[in-house]
């Protein structure tokens, strides 16, 4: 393992729980509630990835779904404050401080990713960035973080990816990097199951990355050489 690749949101700031608020208002708008499982068709997507699916599932045009949940996010963000996932800078710090390479896989925008990294003081500690904005295809797709790996210089099976969605954890598999899943209040232990290993918070998903290179340092094997081992 040579390098850790990071996603952004519900992973190092809480952004989710700021798109569940706009969620509920803008269907509240339309008179209706928001459900788990239709707040799920939007975790660890872009709007241009979920958007023709939710539409279908509300039964309203595409034009006026994007629209109007891009307005109700847009009012969220500037009402309620971004905070910082536990143990975020921490874990960042801890891995960069290893001498690690640090990569960031985000389908959000990169205004918003320079803001959150900024936010939690961490912009330095990234090498590459990835960002919705840079790729065609959204997760589950591993094209972002195949970039990811790419802007790094180090190949994806080299690396360790963390996310908290199972469209992310597909995405960083499917690119073939190893990932941990990170649980939160909105993806459930449930989502994370096809993940490598799970890890309750970030500083003990940091302790299982650095405990699974302490592992593979004595072997004097070349990174780039083979799939990073499980955690």
Known sequence: MTAVVF???????????INRLAFEDYLAGLGLT?????????????????GLEL???????LGEVEIGLAAATAARMRSTPLRAMPFAAEAVRAL?????PLGLASCSGSGFIGLALAELGV??????????????????DPEIYRLAAGRLGVLPCTCIAIEDSAPGIAAAQAAGMTCIGVAND??????????????GDLRVAAELVLAGRRRREPQGMPGAARRAPRP
Request: aromatic residues 4%; hydrophobic residues 45%.
């Open 186 to 199: 909105l993806a459930g232990a449930g989502d994370l199951r096809g993940a490598d290993a799970v890890a």
């Open 123 to 140: 912009e330095r500690d990234f090498t590459a960035i990835a960002s919705g904005e840079d790729v065609e295809r959204g997760k589950p």
């Open 7 to 17: 996603d952004l949101d519900g992973v190092l700031v809480d952004s989710e729980a």
């Open 96 to 100: 960069a401080g290893a001498g690690l």
């Open 34 to 50: 928001a459900s788990d499982e239709l707040f799920a068709i939007t975790l660890g997507r872009r709007p241009a990835d979920f």
């Open 55 to 61: 539409a279908a599932a509300l039964g309203r045009p």
